[in-house]
């Protein structure tokens, strides 16, 4: 089946810091990808749709100049998180259809972020 | 996309067949039901969908009531394994499925006991 695949898996950065995070599509193409976070026991939060060769949209609430994502090719889409802060530390997850597939939508294994 | 309701824990016996339950009452005629699961420090895992029959795979089982307005994921045997929070989620799924996205909702952590 359909695999999205995250780097780094776990990062550990000092405040003030950026830190990309890539999210790739194994063996498929996908013009949208959705970056999500995720708080210590609570539910997955959308932070944006990503968009190969036009902006993301970032949801209500999430800075777009904070987290910057693009999307340059159709397997990759990279989230930037700008000058982190330790309230930024999260869990974050990408996922991806693969439309020739099953047409699920799939997720990758999450990337966790932790400022000092 | 319809909102939907399920409990917040359940535990299971290892072996015994684990059946969790998620009301839809406000959903609409073309919305599918899907259920991802996600074990601890991990992505979301696809499990099974429908629309108004019921479906098994590998994984699982859908039963939708026939209003629509309610249905119960079985996974046959539970194993230890199986213990993650489960998401019921409610959405169209149009032809361009790629770029519509999922809202979780807070699922049910289902814990499995040996």
């Known amino acids: 089946g359909a695999v999205v695949s995250q780097h780094p898996s776990w990062v550990i950065c000092k405040s003030g810091t950026s830190v990309k995070i890539e999210c790739r599509s194994l063996?498929?193409?996908?013009?949208?990808m959705f970056w999500y976070r995720q708080f210590p026991k609570q539910s997955l939060m959308l932070m944006a749709t990503?968009?190969?060769?036009?902006?993301?949209?970032?949801e209500q609430g999430v800075e777009k100049d904070k987290f910057l994502i693009n999307h340059a090719s159709l397997t990759l889409s990279t989230l930037t998180v700008t000058s982190a802060h330790p309230e930024d530390s999260s869990f974050y997850i990408c996922?991806?259809?693969?439309?020739?597939?099953?047409?699920?939508?799939?997720f990758g294994a999450g990337s966790r972020l932790t400022v000092l | 996309d319809a909102k939907t309701t399920q409990p917040t824990s359940m535990d299971c016996a290892e072996g015994r067949a684990a059946n969790l339950p998620c009301n839809h009452s406000?959903?609409?005629?073309?919305?599918?039901v899907y259920w991802y699961r996600q074990i601890h420090s991990q992505g979301p895992q696809y499990i099974i969908h429908?629309?108004?029959n019921n479906e098994t795979n590998e994984m699982a089982s859908l039963i939708i009531t026939e209003d629509r307005k309610s249905s119960t994921l079985i996974l046959p045997h539970a194993t230890l394994r199986d213990t993650a929070v489960y998401y019921c989620?409610?959405?169209?799924?149009?032809?361009?499925?790629?770029?519509?996205?999922?809202?979780f909702g807070t699922g049910t952590r289902l814990t499995i006991i040996p």
């Open positions: 990503s968009n190969e060769g036009s902006k993301a949209t970032y």
């Open positions: 429908g629309l108004k």
């Open positions: 989620i409610v959405r169209v799924d149009r032809s361009n499925f790629g770029n519509e996205k999922l809202t």
């Open positions: 406000t959903i609409s005629g073309n919305e599918y």
């Open positions: 063996d498929f193409q996908a013009t949208t």
């Open positions: 996922s991806a259809t693969d439309l020739s597939g099953a047409n699920v939508l799939t």
